[in-house]
């Protein structure tokens, strides 16, 4: 649809309808990652591949920090696969990975009994330990003299949805209780000890009781109701089976509240819980401890509401014996925090987008979270270094950081002082990515690691980013912690992205929630806007009358919703819709990276920018794979390659002077490879360079007029 057909309606409609839009960033009512992990476990086990395994029973000491498990929890340490293992919902976790309670079940559902009165949801439930026998150097009884803890950390909300104070998180330990029935033990006996000769017969009904000599019971018996003869075997009951109850006890519980609230009382981002273990009824054979939650939901007035919520986050779980009340820390250095992006705004650009303007595309340095989890008086001489290297290329390069005297993550549970570590918590980009003009994709791998340079037997800890230059536009990291969608009908919302030089904007791809009985599924115009002074302004292309869509395969598969027409695009532009009806469309919401100054919605006849901190799981797609017409070869910015001679250099570079004559207006300018311009001219002058001031190295030439960019690496070799 043509832009000028919209605007008539829009100004007609918006007056009415959007005096009172409002944002709502609703939990998910679907966990994708969790139904995709249920469904593969269950075609094993459908397919009778799964292999039958006998009870685990554990021995001390029994730990687990989430790092080494999937999506569920690990099966040899837990007998449950309800809660959540990700790196997603923690919010400054101890170490990266966390078990997350909420108000789903183990396919990713909403579980079928939520209500909004408080309903039990997820448990996380040990295998049964050995708390009867201390068995390394010797074996000998354990008991309460042993100082037995379990330890724990956790966390309201993270990145999710806080828990109400009736929401409540709860630790229990099992015990035998009183003995009761449980089952009837039996013998398998000859019938010809029971009849007197082969004559005789035992027919239904008859009354038959175990002889003498087997131990049972003699008042046990068993009623016939087959006929037997003297050449039959026959299982007759012989005592009752009296086996002690296992009982649940609580030991700890917390009520819910905002991670704000929590992190104001506590002045950190998890707490550590110590729990003595002394009562002697917990010291046998099978002990088990389970965390449980409760959650409520909203009601059937919001549709949009029934969602995930009342998250909590556990980790670094602890059992062993000869500890203290203040055993609370851990000879372990780690990443508490996912490795970030190289790019300066965004999780992902096209690569033409890159090559245009690689020097403001690049972030000069980035954040790592690394944490000390030793004692407060120890300091360790950390190591850390990172590897950048192409996928299926020839690129790479590391960083060695150095080493670094870390202090520890206590007592006040905040990070190290970037200022004293800065090679460690905040390193610099040092160097740009490859600037291939022949390539449209790339993709890198980029591994951090950190050390103990001082002590061999400290755990090595590693944390992997992919970073990738494809199609198009992502501020978000790809998966969803909620929904976000504005309530009312007419509502618009724009999300706004910039391209180094003009481009074909030909779709783009959205990442609709699934949400509880399909409540999101809304008409709506996909809309793309021009900029008006940092707000959406003119409105550039409508796509009328679509619906949330999904990709069945694959694990958050965006939908791509490719235009009629492809638009241009140059500098700013905005991308979002217009619904018809009230209701949240629930589009993923990636609370981990927060790019809340580009999202805008529209009340009250003007645009406001959005106070829900996180990035839209939208990506505009770009590029100039398609056919476009003469407006846009007009119009758009093309690339290429400086041709520049002698290269190496050593003294100076020329100019291929075609090229310069071409581009009367263009600068020339020279920069180093943190984006530091060293030299700039306009190319009327830019015949004979010199560069015998600069060290030897790898330098970028840029030649930038009004149509065209030409860039060539220059090496100088001293």
Not at 43 to 55: F, S, V, Y
Not at 408 to 431: I, M, W
Not at 657 to 671: C, S
């Amino acid at each position: 649809m043509k832009a000028f057909k919209y605007i008539f309606a829009t100004l007609l409609v918006l007056p009415a309808v959007m005096g009172s839009a409002q944002e709502i960033v609703s939990g998910l009512s679907f966990n994708e990652a969790v139904a995709r992990e249920a469904a593969r476990v269950a075609a094993i086990r459908k397919a009778g591949e799964a292999a039958t395994r006998e009870p685990v029973l554990l021995m001390l000491p029994f730990f687990d920090d989430f790092t080494t498990s999937g999506i569920y929890p690990d099966q040899q340490k837990w007998m449950d696969s309800k809660v959540f293992v990700n790196k997603d919902f923690p919010f400054f976790p101890v170490n990266m990975g966390a078990a997350t309670f909420d108000a789903l079940d183990s396919t990713g559902k909403v579980y079928s009994n939520a209500d909004w009165v408080p309903f039990e949801a997820d448990f996380l439930t040990s295998h049964p330990i050995r708390l009867d026998s201390v068995f390394d150097p010797v074996v000998r009884p354990l008991s309460p003299a042993d100082s037995l803890y379990l330890s724990f950390f956790y966390q309201p909300q993270g990145y999710g949805r806080k828990p109400e104070p009736q929401d409540t998180l709860i630790l229990e330990f099992s015990y035998l209780g009183d003995t009761t029935f449980v089952y009837y033990d039996t013998v398998l006996v000859p019938l010809n000890e029971i009849l007197s000769s082969p004559l005789d017969t035992i027919y239904s009904g008859d009354t038959i009781w175990v002889p003498e000599g087997y131990g049972c019971n003699p008042e046990l018996y068993k009623v016939s109701f087959t006929t037997y003869s003297w050449e039959d075997w026959v299982w007759l009951p012989c005592d009752s089976v009296m086996l002690p109850v296992t009982q649940w006890e609580k030991v700890w519980q917390v009520d819910g509240l905002s991670l704000q609230e929590f992190i104001q009382e506590n002045n950190r981002y998890f707490v550590q819980v110590m729990i003595p273990v002394k009562d002697p009824k917990y010291f046998y054979k099978e002990f088990h401890f389970r965390f449980r939650n409760y959650a409520t939901i909203a009601n059937e007035v919001i549709p949009s509401f029934q969602g995930n919520d009342d998250q909590w986050n556990v980790d670094y779980i602890y059992l062993d014996y000869n500890r203290d009340r203040g055993d609370t820390t851990y000879k372990v250095l780690t990443f508490s925090q996912r490795a970030p992006s190289f790019l300066k705004n965004y999780q992902v650009i096209p690569y033409k987008q890159y090559l245009a303007d690689p020097f403001n595309s690049m972030r000069q340095d980035f954040p790592m979270f690394i944490v000390n989890l030793d004692k407060p008086s120890e300091t360790h001489d950390a190591s850390y270094l990172y590897k950048v290297n192409e996928v299926d290329g020839d690129f790479s390069y590391w960083y060695d950081g150095g080493t670094c005297n870390l202090a520890p993550f206590y007592p006040g549970n905040r990070f190290q002082d970037t200022l004293s570590c800065r090679e460690h918590a905040k390193p610099d980009v040092k160097s740009l990515f490859p600037l291939n003009f022949n390539k449209d994709t790339a993709s890198f791998i980029i591994r951090h690691y950190i050390s103990d340079s001082s002590d061999v037997n400290i755990i090595v800890d590693s944390a992997i980013y992919h970073q990738g230059f494809y199609n198009y536009y992502a501020y978000d990291d790809g998966t969803p912690e909620a929904g976000y969608g504005i309530e009312n009908a007419g509502a618009m919302m724009a999300y706004r992205f910039t391209v180094s030089v003009p481009d074909t904007l030909y779709g783009v791809q959205m990442y609709f929630n699934r949400t509880l009985d399909n409540a999101n599924q809304k008409p709506f115009d996909l809309m793309v806007w021009r900029d008006n002074n940092g707000k959406p302004g003119d409105v550039a292309y409508v796509m009328e009358n679509q619906e949330p869509k999904w990709v069945d395969k694959g694990l958050y598969r965006f939908y791509p919703y490719i235009f009629e027409e492809p638009v241009v695009v140059s500098g700013i532009f905005y991308v979002g819709w217009m619904q018809y009806e009230n209701g949240s469309l629930n589009i993923g919401f990636d609370a981990n990276n927060n790019h809340a100054e580009n999202i805008f919605y529209y009340a009250e006849n003007q645009w406001y920018t959005s106070d829900r901190k996180g990035s839209l799981l939208i990506r505009p797609m770009v590029g100039s794979d398609l056919v476009l017409g003469e407006e846009e070869l007009q119009a758009a910015t093309t690339t290429g390659e400086l041709h520049i001679f002698p290269n190496p250099a050593r003294d100076y570079f020329r100019i291929d002077r075609q090229q310069l004559d071409a581009n009367p207006g263009a600068v020339l300018t020279v920069h180093n490879l943190f984006g530091e311009k060293l030299f700039e001219s306009s190319a009327r002058t830019a015949q004979q360079i010199d560069v015998s001031s600069l060290a030897q190295g790898l330098y970028l030439v840029r030649l930038a007029g009004s149509e065209k960019v030409l860039t060539a690496k220059l090496l100088i070799s001293k």
